[in-house]
Nanobody, 125 residues
Framework: VQLQASGGGLVQAGGSLRLSCAAT????????MGWFRQAPGKAREFVSA????????WYSDPVKGRFTVSRDNAKNTVYLQMNSLKPEDTATYYC???????????????????WGQGTQVTVSS
């Protein structure tokens, strides 16, 4: 499975962006999909994840209430709607997929099998 992330860009604080992650195979529809981000000099950080059917989502505390993850399995695509962006949200954002992943492991990057190439999000103050 190949994942292609897009939608990043430069936005002012308080603005919004929607990231997309398109998968090349329909088996994607059975995967847990996660979003991570990595700022320069920092470790890759969990942002959000969603179950295969969209029934369960999870957010890290810094983005809770501002970001929304969703998926459209008919389009093999997962989205991350980012509102009320802050300068500290500046990072490269990655989508990732895992065929089977217990909820307890969602936050750990090493348990995801497939990764997109990353899309840069820059929030100016």
């Amino acid at each position: 499975v190949q994942l292609q992330a897009s939608g990043g860009g430069l936005v002012q604080a308080g603005g919004s962006l929607r990231l997309s992650c398109a998968a090349t195979e329909r088996t994607f529809s059975s995967y847990v999909m996660g979003w991570f981000r990595q700022a320069p000099g920092k470790a890759r950080e969990f942002v959000s994840a969603i179950t295969w059917n969209g029934g369960t989502t999870w957010y890290s505390d810094p983005v809770k209430g501002r970001f929304t993850v969703s998926r459209d399995n008919a389009k093999n695509t997962v989205y991350l709607q980012m509102n009320s962006l802050k300068p500290e949200d500046t990072a490269t954002y990655y989508c990732a997929g895992a065929p089977r992943l217990p909820f307890s492991l969602w936050r750990t990057p090493s348990y995801y099998t497939y990764w997109g190439q990353g899309t840069q999000v820059t929030v100016s103050s």
